[in-house]
């Protein structure tokens, strides 16, 4: 069975953000995921999270119309 690597809290710094650092971390998070074989990579953003969608989208991820995501809080 191969690996699904999951992509938690991706954050560029205020200041340099739109100079492309997000793209290049996801290249960087893309070329570690097939060194280590894996089958794909995932992640959340909130829906309200309009450019990180674009920023995904725009790199190749697409959006999961099939399954609901369900969390128990344990807090
Ligand atoms: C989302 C975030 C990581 C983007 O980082 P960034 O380094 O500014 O992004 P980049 O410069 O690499 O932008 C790449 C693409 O993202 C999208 N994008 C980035 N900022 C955007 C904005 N404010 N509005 C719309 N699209 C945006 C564009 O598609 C852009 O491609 P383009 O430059 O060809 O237009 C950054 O804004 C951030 O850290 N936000 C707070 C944390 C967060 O929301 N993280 C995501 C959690 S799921």
Request: contains cysteine.
């Amino acid at each position: 069975m191969k690996r699904v690597w999951v992509l938690n809290d991706l954050f560029v710094e205020e200041a340099y953000r739109n100079r492309g650092m997000a793209g290049l971390l996801l290249n960087a998070a893309a070329e570690f995921a097939k060194t280590t074989d894996a089958a794909r990579i995932i992640l959340a953003t909130q829906a309200s999270n309009t450019p990180a969608q674009s920023l995904y989208e725009s790199r190749g991820y697409c959006r999961d119309e099939a399954f609901y995501h369900y969390t128990l809080s344990l807090a």
